[in-house]
């Protein structure tokens, strides 16, 4: 069983423990019941301007619904790349994005929040992957069933263009699509370019309603400093089974009788092995036919 299983067994966990989330039965015998309705004491709700919440699948239903959820495998990309050795950051997201860093990286989810000084209650923006180093920042767009737009190369912009304030210096700049096979050939296209180079009327096209209100306080107000950042950011895309593949190739070079390579083994197997029950990810178990080479990646870059 690889560890992603594991995952699965603490969702299973709280689906029965519901207290562990926060959230309390209500006895049935605290229940009035007329007319069809149901009423509790208000007394039983924390949150009175808030909405009340019922079990709406069962846990089997549930599982099945959020197997193929693109924020589930968006965790798992995170816990996978939080964990796994800088050599390994560089050589899959670094390379093919034409950058030279061997780290170390810092791998950044909603502690943006902190670290720019937003605050816990700002309504803060959610990147699917972000990786800094003092020498550059790499952003990580994971697509399943929908579209890339032009607001997500703003706000990966955005992100990196604070983390240069933060470190007071320009920093390489990079960013990286993963996506389904049948979406490439459309891809740069739903993000309002040509090819992998933004554009200089790039940002005239944007639709600032479609940011989030951080990142669109940041164009409205730093808008000469993210056409910079913009202008610089260096664009790639990778289909899913590329990337598995890739992810595949590091396997093999493994030796497990050393205990680090055993666990970096471990690590990626789990991840690969959800990469491949994702059914919208439009890809299935490796082949032990398949032969993996550099050229086999399908990378667009500048």
């Not at 902190?114 to 003092?134: H, I, S, Y």
């Not at 007071?168 to 296209?189: A, N, T």
């Not at 070079?253 to 471990?266: F, I, M, S, V, Y």
Request: with cysteine; aromatic share 8%.
């Amino acid at each position: 069983m690889t560890w992603n299983e594991k995952y699965w067994d603490i969702i299973s966990n709280l689906y029965w423990s519901p207290k562990y989330l926060g959230l309390k039965s209500i006895s049935r015998e605290k229940w009035k019941i007329a007319d069809g309705l149901v009423s509790i004491p208000a007394t039983e709700i924390r949150n009175q301007n808030g909405p009340l919440y019922s079990r709406s699948l069962k846990l089997n239903e549930l599982l099945d619904d959020l197997r193929n959820k693109e924020e589930i495998l968006n965790h798992l990309f995170n816990i996978t790349f939080a964990i796994a050795g800088d050599a390994i950051i560089s050589r899959l997201f670094c390379q093919p994005l034409g950058i030279d860093d061997n780290g170390p990286f810092l791998s950044l989810g909603r502690e943006i929040a902190e670290r720019f000084g937003w605050g816990l209650n700002k309504n803060v923006t959610q990147q699917d992957g972000l990786f800094v180093t003092d020498r550059s920042a790499i952003g990580i767009e994971l697509k399943l069933d929908t579209s890339s737009s032009p607001e997500q190369l703003v706000k990966y912009a955005a992100l990196m263009m604070l983390e240069e304030k933060r470190l007071g210096k320009q920093i390489d700049l990079g960013l990286m699509f993963i996506i389904p096979e049948k979406s490439l050939s459309d891809h740069w296209g739903s993000v309002g370019l040509s090819g992998p180079k933004i554009d200089v009327d790039f940002v005239n096209q944007i639709n600032k309603e479609k940011l989030n209100s951080t990142i669109r306080e940041i164009f409205e107000n730093k808008k000469e400093q993210l056409t910079g950042a913009l202008e610089r950011l260096k664009l790639a895309v990778m289909t899913w089974a590329d990337f598995r593949d890739s992810i595949a190739e590091i396997q093999k070079e493994l030796d497990c009788a050393r205990p680090g390579d055993q666990t970096l083994h471990r690590l990626l197997s789990g991840f690969r092995t959800q990469v491949e029950a994702h059914k919208n990810t439009g890809i299935g178990p490796r082949s032990d036919r398949f032969t993996w080479t550099s050229g086999d990646v399908v990378i667009v870059k500048e």
